[in-house]
């Protein structure tokens, strides 16, 4: 149902066996060693304070979040701690073995440490403490030209990235398991963070609490905004739906009620029906990071037409299904050309509020210092970045308007029916998330034999990282070096983005963990008797 979900390729679990029951066994004690002696490298080497980051070279010599991790420090952004502590209580689940409760309760116990005071989560926790974490911010933050959301330390917490509700939703299946009041606790201080961050329209800012003013390059800061972007209406509203039904907590209905409403209410008038990244409070386009237009956006629409379908099937009303056609005819106009089309990807990201000319971002110079980005109107050369299946769109609209009120909320999780929103094991998919080495590699299913077998001396999966990045090495020049071509995901030397290479060193991946452990757990569950 949700964009971070959709976004996730096929399923990991494997297909059922069909050796013979002496085999069967051998093969699972084999699988269920190699997830213990995974696991034991995981705690033992990986962690710090029972958190982690994405990856390390083998030596631990360096370490990568979304940028470079400091030895101190965690991150929070998939897949890093909270998919670690949802893998552990998936294995759990399915052996019963307390390694893994004790490294998921370690898990959330790091992130309690890092919880903001006022409930949320930053991206990143650094338990040298707050002077630590701003000087990082100051120097390979700040030096990231790419990523602009760490070019300033706000000091406050995130819903960007699902940071802050990744770890809600994790604490809640722990403290559901363990009962554990600190946890209980913690809990508590993400709902209450979740309901006092909505603004009074309904919906949410990308951070909160407000810090102080904060030129983005000389615009106006854009995370205290009404932000879709990275899907944060769409999770605070299912992380209150699971609170709902998991926490016995029915005063968050109408904060829920709330977002629907305002989420609704974002769609924009013709001649550009479509919905926005972000918002200014009287719910007109606005200017995110620097290359983030004012604009309206064929792929956040696309999420936008399912989750009015989604509204439908929770409260019946058929408001949310009323400008739904509008949606789709605009997708069908504002289609990038043909020849535009790459790899299936069909639709440009920018389109001009009021006029629909397609917006093109670029950029100049080499780093953080003497680089920009700016929009004009010149696609030359500018390639479609997001696929939207049109025809499978409507075919869905098709069906769930066809519904009647009474049928859509047959099974609506916010009048208390249906099915539970929390599943029994969670991580049944690849996750990548932003994580370069994960998601531009992703391989096949590998065999369970092989993935047993692949696992070294020392208890991990050796992973090529591809995806690296200049150390920081101070702020750059002024100018660009001579000779300098720019690339796109990185500038010269001095800057201290994530870029992926042809090849890289062999080294240890979180998300590579977390996606194999998967792969064993759904093998040991496929292999217990019916």
């Not at 069909?18 to 269920?32: C, F, G, I, L, S």
Request: net charge negative.
């Amino acid at each position: 149902m949700l964009t971070r979900r959709a976004c996730l390729a096929a399923a990991a679990a494997a297909p059922l066996l069909t050796v013979a029951p002496v085999a069967m066994a051998k093969d699972v004690e084999a699988a269920r060693d190699a997830m213990r002696r995974a696991t034991r490298f995981m705690t033992d080497r990986a962690a710090v304070n029972g958190g982690y980051v994405w990856s390390y070279l083998s030596d631990f010599s360096r370490r990568w979040g979304e940028m470079e991790a400091w030895p101190s420090m965690i991150w929070t952004q998939a897949p890093g701690t909270p998919e670690m502590g949802q893998i552990f209580l998936d294995a759990w689940r399915a052996t019963g073995e307390a390694q893994y409760l004790d490294a998921a309760v370690a898990a959330g116990d790091a992130l309690i440490r890092g919880q903001h005071p006022s409930g949320g989560w930053n991206y990143v926790i650094d338990f040298d403490g707050e002077d630590s974490l701003g000087r990082w911010y100051e120097t390979i933050g700040r030096n990231g030209w790419r990523l602009e959301e760490f070019q300033h330390y706000y000091g406050n917490a995130t819903f960007d990235d699902h940071a802050t509700v990744e770890c809600g939703r994790f604490l809640l299946r722990l403290a559901l398991t363990t009962d554990l009041p600190r946890v209980r606790a913690a809990v508590d201080r993400t709902i209450a963070f979740v309901l006092d961050s909505q603004l009074p329209s309904g919906g949410w800012p990308q951070r909160w609490p407000r810090a102080g003013e904060f030129s983005n390059h000389g615009r106006p800061d854009y995370t205290g905004l009404i932000t879709l972007n990275d899907e944060v209406m769409d999770e605070n509203i299912d992380f209150l739906l699971l609170v709902q039904q998991q926490w016995n907590r029915p005063d968050v209905e109408q904060p829920i009620r709330r977002a629907m409403a305002c989420y609704r209410g974002l769609q924009q008038r013709a001649p550009t029906p479509g919905w926005a990244l972000q918002y200014t409070p009287d719910f007109k386009p606005a200017w995110g990071r620097t290359y983030e237009p004012a604009a309206v956006s064929p792929h956040v629409t696309a999420v936008a037409v399912e989750r009015m379908l989604d509204f439908y099937r929770l409260t019946g009303d058929r408001s949310f299904l009323a400008r739904l056609d509008e949606a789709l005819d605009w997708l069908a106009r504002v289609e990038a050309p043909a020849a535009a089309h790459h790899e299936g990807r069909n639709h440009f990201r920018y389109v001009e509020p009021g006029t629909n000319r397609f917006i093109a971002v670029h950029r100049r110079g080499s780093n953080a210092r003497n680089g920009e980005y700016y929009v004009d109107y010149d696609m030359t050369g500018q390639r479609g970045e997001k696929h939207i299946d049109l025809a499978r769109l409507r075919r869905r609209v098709e069906q769930v308007t066809a519904l009647t009120p009474d049928e859509a909320v047959r099974q609506s999780a916010l009048m208390g029916r249906g099915p539970s929103l929390l599943s029994d094991y969670v991580i049944t998919r690849p996750q990548g998330g932003s994580d370069l080495n994960v998601t531009s590699s992703r391989p096949g299913m590998t065999p369970v034999t092989l993935l047993i077998e692949g696992l070294n001396a020392e208890g991990y999966w050796p992973v090529e990282l591809r995806t690296t990045s200049h150390p920081y090495r101070g702020d750059g020049p002024a100018e660009p070096p001579p000779g300098f071509v720019d690339r796109g995901q990185v500038g010269d030397e001095w800057d201290t983005s994530p870029f992926t290479e042809a090849s890289g060193p062999m080294g240890i991946s979180t998300g590579a963990y977390i996606n194999n452990m998967a792969r064993l757990i759904a093998h040991v569950r496929e292999a217990r008797p019916a």
